[in-house]
């Protein structure tokens, strides 16, 4: 099956939607990454002055992790979904259509240059905001595990939504409706124990709130992670990315 794809036609689009990410910088960086350090510094005041503690760790190391995962997750769907969106309303996704490449060797370079500028962005803002945090700890197979996964389901979801649409307006319903709240609602800023247990199963059968607290293990100490969590999350990341394979492989509604 690899024998068959095009290995230089997949490196040149990585390659070109990774320069086109990096030229908008200022834009895929640098403004969500000032959004987000201004968030935790005022988070980081709110726990000095409160003394505010989860499993005897300040609030602010529990925080940022999720802090993290949630840039990484917002990334991932709205970089891979709007990238897809623009070609469609420019007419470039026309040529790679009528490229020698397949629908999924299209998906599989997109999906590949996602990966790359998505965990960087990811790492770029544990970087800047571990300036804020006291951690003694990393575990970094579990954080780049965590983070590629999340970048995988995310961007495989964008891709489904960037395919099938033709405006923007359904990918900032989406966006708005469905991947902000997933992100805010996954134990980010909330341990479960602090909710009452009759709301428990809102995360306990929710996916991503294990994802958000297996990247919280790479920072924490003896961190108790479920293997069946673990098979639960990869269950979601095959149902994601064989749907959006699917649909790139059949071509759905690829000219309006």
């Known amino acids: 099956m690899f024998s068959n794809l095009s290995y230089l036609a997949i490196k040149t689009i990585i390659f070109h939607e990774i320069k086109d990410f990096f030229i908008e910088f200022q834009f895929n960086i640098i403004a969500p990454l000032i959004n987000t350090v201004l968030f935790v510094f005022i988070i980081s005041i709110i726990n000095r002055y409160y003394s505010f503690s989860v499993n005897e760790n300040s609030y602010i190391n529990f925080f940022v992790p999720g802090m993290v995962i949630i840039v990484v997750i917002q990334t991932s769907f709205n970089h891979l979904s709007e990238v897809i969106i623009a070609m469609k309303q420019n007419g470039s996704f026309n040529d790679y259509l009528t490229s020698p490449i397949s629908r999924v060797e299209i998906f599989l370079s997109l999906l590949l240059s996602s990966i790359f500028v998505c965990t960087f962005v990811g790492l770029i803002n544990l970087i800047v905001l571990n300036f804020f945090t006291d951690f003694q700890y990393f575990q970094y197979f579990n954080l780049f595990y965590y983070l590629i ?6 961007s495989s979801f964008g891709a489904i939504i960037g395919f099938l649409s033709f405006t923007w307006d359904v990918q900032s319903s989406i966006s708005n409706f469905f991947i902000i709240p997933v992100t805010f609602l996954s134990g980010t800023f909330f341990s479960i124990e602090s909710i ?6 809102l995360l306990k059968y929710n996916p991503f709130y294990y994802l958000v607290n297996g990247f919280r293990s790479s920072f924490v100490v003896g961190y108790d992670i479920d293997f069946f969590s673990d098979i639960y999350i990869l269950i979601v990341l095959l149902f994601f990315l064989f749907i959006s394979i699917f649909i790139f492989n059949k071509g759905y509604k690829v000219i309006n």
């Open 149 to 154: 996964v999340s970048v995988i389901i995310f």
């Open 196 to 201: 009452n247990e009759n709301w428990h199963f």
